[in-house]
């Protein structure tokens, strides 16, 4: 069969190569319409009943990850001329396009109660104009009276305040909030230059948004880096500047395939398949590095373009099918998760491996086939011989030195299977981003004054006949009963409710005396009540964002049987976030809200925060099944092709040794299991087996040429596969180390461990591998027989002996004999 490819591919070259142009100009198209995603990542499904029930949430009561925390700690903004600046401030923000409602000191209104119309209004606590700073010290004393706002947007223990922004769903999840994120910076640069004081900001829309904005710049930094590292090896390896010139263009053609790939199916720049442009180069790279060898080496023997051309498809198209193959299955069984952002990363990265192979067994043939044949120095790495004593080396090691290989290969798994049992799964919702970082170090300062600002709901629904009974005095009792222990929570900031509203009622009526920030009594209620029925419900600060629903609206539904309660929450890892939510919140919550045989009462905690939970739960048993499939198929792919089990438990060794010793590692180090670290084992493990089919593959080719004699069979296969196990695993570190320069400590972990991991794989497959072949393998030989491992071509340096092609059935055209 790859006698005709290669037949094919040298006849039909042109048009071949006309049509990878035509498709790249189409996928080019396509590529350039590629979007960053700015959405929070879905790790839960949305058939999830607990996703159900958060998409519900969010057409009753609006977005719950909408706000924008600007928050500023320092004295001089209570002096009347920086008061009066931070006015400014938030009248500038509230004129961005994209800002639904801003809620500050400055522009904070009071409810005041108006007696001839029986009616509360919305009355702004600071005159328009401040004339003196007394007038200012006298409007604060208000200010701080009005209970409702109090520890939400000051601090009343140390005078820090906070800004509330909402934002607009649509602006939120769009490339919009780019520029919304720069007008609110630029507003606040305005700021601190006309007064000095420094400002922070945080809230999930502009923390996305500057991750975003930080996934594209390293994606471009790393695309560039890969092929810079990558093709400098490429150029020490074969001293020519053509060949690595080209080859990146090939490998150039595929990243413009993947970002069209993501373009095609909908998907969107994250910070995972952001990773895959480098990861196609690398990838890339070695099998650039393959074919090129193999071409020169043909040429070397032969010295004939046409024929050394011929023999790499012939030759080397099983060898790169397989190899590719073994990585795109890594990638491609993701697809068996339900976690958009793993599905959206293997789709694209396992399709667009196999494209690589495609393009480069036809480009790289073609191209090298118009171009003037290789000179006395390109061929001059052929003789490399730096690799030969070390590689000697570990051919006395492996046939004399056994049972040590056994001890330290045992002793290592003891070290990883123990570390592995300390390995933890934990993430933040504002995950990998450096402490040293401002993000974090603003982060950080609304935990310490404000407790956080990662939103937590609850919803309480009063399930009875009865008209209204979230007004009902006994269900208000034990709603502030719910509410005062969550504010005793350190890690939660005070709810906001409807009952916040109503106590700020009860104040209002009584002309804003504070000791009134209370639930009403009974008989309170009807009074209060008469001044609240009929009013335009009063949106300015409300949650909701300012829409037509208003504050009220925000927080209870039409029929009064369903309210919420809106806190803010530190980022404090999904472990404790867990225990909190499960071993804290929801029992006391079970005891508070009982039901009874009449009435019903049915409290859930949703929102961003529970969906992350269980998200972080959902990442890792998905990636523990992917990563299992991966072995079962790549095991099954390893039965096809030595149809021996014995042959198939002894390759697979080596490699789950590395991969042990990786887990092991990120246990001692406290490397926690999240996405970018849970794909090392995936991406790896496709990775590693590659060395170890075309060691078993040049160990088959021995066998058969020495009478069956294994320890000649192993020292063969050692010294001549190990060149390209070597080089390939020098290529493949140098390409995912450049990971470790990333801002993300995820994806610095992937880029450290991965790279640790295959040059683990590469001493395991040249050690351990060949030891155990010595001490199991029992070949014999059987008449007339045949597996598909003999068709592979393991060959890195020295001669090949199969059957050649038949050049006359080739028809080469004269007009580019001027270019060979």
């Known amino acids: 069969m790859w006698n005709r490819i290669a037949r094919f591919i040298i006849q039909y070259r042109l048009p071949l190569i006309v049509l990878i142009g035509l498709v790249t100009v189409v996928m080019g198209y396509y590529a350039s319409r590629v ?41 001089n903004v209570y002096k009347l001329k920086n008061f009066e600046a931070f006015r400014t401030l938030s009248a500038d923000i509230k004129k961005i396009a994209g800002v639904n409602e801003v809620l500050s000191l400055p522009v904070m209104k009071m409810i005041v109660k108006d007696t001839a119309a029986q009616r509360f209004t919305l009355t702004p606590v600071f005159p328009e104009k401040l004339s003196s700073q007394a007038e200012l010290d006298t409007a604060l004393m208000v200010a701080y009276n009005q209970k409702v706002y109090m520890d939400r947007i000051v601090n009343t223990h140390n005078g820090a305040a906070m800004m509330l922004v909402w934002v607009q769903k649509e602006v939120m999840n769009s490339s919009r909030r780019e520029a919304l994120a720069q007008s609110l910076q630029e507003a606040g640069k305005r700021f601190h230059d006309n007064t000095g004081i420094e400002l922070h900001y945080a809230g999930l829309p502009f923390i996305r948004t500057l991750v975003a904005n930080e996934v594209k710049r390293e994606m471009q930094f790393f695309l560039y880096a890969s092929a810079i590292v990558t093709g400098l090896i490429m150029f020490l390896f074969f001293r020519s500047f053509r060949a690595v010139l080209f080859s990146m263009i090939i490998i150039g053609i595929v990243v413009v395939w993947t970002l069209g790939t993501l373009s095609l199916f909908g998907f969107k720049i994250t910070l995972l398949s952001g990773l895959i442009p480098p990861v196609i180069v690398t990838i890339g790279i070695t099998n650039a590095i393959y074919l090129l060898n193999k071409y020169h080496l043909e040429f070397a023997r032969t010295n ?21 193959l073994t990585v795109a299955i890594g990638f491609l069984t993701l697809l068996s998760t339900d976690i958009i952002i793993l599905r959206e990363f293997g789709i694209v990265a396992g399709i667009n491996i196999m494209v690589l192979f495609l393009v480069s067994l036809v480009m790289i043939p073609s191209v090298f086939s118009w171009l003037p044949t290789p000179s006395e120095k390109h061929l001059r790495h052929l003789n490399f011989r730096m690799m030969g004593g070390f590689l000697k080396g570990i051919d006395v090691v492996v046939h004399r030195r056994r049972p040590l290989i056994y001890m330290v290969s045992m002793a ?142 925000s927080f209870v539904d039409s029929t009064f049987t369903k309210v919420r309660m809106s806190s803010q929450i530190a980022d404090v890892g999904s472990i404790r976030m867990d225990s909190l939510v499960h071993d804290v919140i929801e029992p006391r919550m079970r005891s508070i809200f009982v039901s009874t045989e009449k009435d019903s009462v049915v409290a859930t905690v949703t929102g961003s925060t529970k969906i992350f939970i269980k998200g972080n739960k959902f990442l890792v048993d998905n990636l523990r099944e992917s990563l299992l499939l991966a072995f079962i198929l790549i095991t099954l792919s390893m039965a096809i092709l030595f149809a021996n089990v014995r042959m198939i438990v002894i390759s697979l060794v080596p490699n789950l040794l590395a991969l ?3 887990a092991g590692l990120m246990g001692y180090f406290d490397i926690p299991l999240k996405a970018s670290t849970a794909l090392i084992f995936s991406i790896t493990f496709g990775i590693s087996v590659d060395n170890s089919i075309r060691f078993l593959a040049k160990y088959r080719q021995e066998i058969l040429a020495n009478n069956f004699f294994i320890p000649v069979a192993v020292t063969d296969a050692i010294l001549e596969t190990g060149k390209s196990i070597m080089y390939t695993s020098i290529v493949l570190f140098a390409g995912f180390i450049i990971f470790t320069f990333s801002s993300f400590g995820g994806t610095i972990a992937l880029g450290l461990l991965t790279s640790v991991t295959l040059i683990i794989s590469m001493f395991t497959n040249l050690i351990l591998l060949p030891a155990l072949i010595l001490t199991f393998d029992k070949p014999k030989k059987k008449k007339g027989e045949h597996l598909p491992i003999d068709d592979f071509d393991s060959s890195f340096y020295g001669e090949s002996e199969d059957e050649e092609i038949d050049l006359d059935k080739i028809q080469i055209h004269n007009r580019h004999s001027a270019a060979e």
């Open 35 to 75: 979007q960053m995603s700015y959405d929070f990542a879905r790790t839960v499904p949305l058939s999830d009943p607990d996703m159900i029930y958060l998409t519900k949430f969010k057409e009753q009561f609006g977005e719950d990850g909408n706000m924008i925390a600007v928050g500023v700690k320092d004295s």
């Open 412 to 553: 290592f798994a003891i070290f990883s299977a123990y570390g592995m049992m300390q390995l933890r799964s934990v993430s933040y919702m504002v995950d990998d981003i450096p402490e040293e970082s401002q993000i974090k170090k603003d982060l950080h300062f609304f935990e310490a004054n404000f407790t956080g600002v990662m939103p937590l709901e609850i919803v309480v629904e009063f399930k009875t006949k009865r008209r209204r009974p979230v007004l009902d005095v006994k269900n208000l009792q034990k709603l502030e009963e719910f509410e005062n222990f969550l504010d005793s929570l350190p890690e939660v900031s005070r709810p906001v409710s409807v009952l916040s509203l109503i106590k700020a009622s009860k104040q209002a009526f009584y002309n804003g005396n504070p000791a009134r920030y209370a639930l009403p009594s009974k008989s309170e209620g009807a009074f209060i009540l008469r001044y609240m029925k009929g009013q335009t419900d009063p949106s300015a600060g409300g949650q909701g964002g300012g829409d037509s629903k208003g504050l009220f609206k």
């Open 660 to 662: 042990m010793i990786t």
């Open 304 to 324: 004939n373009k046409i024929e050394a051309i011929a023999t790499v498809v012939q030759k080397m198209g099983l060898a790169t099918f397989l190899t590719n």
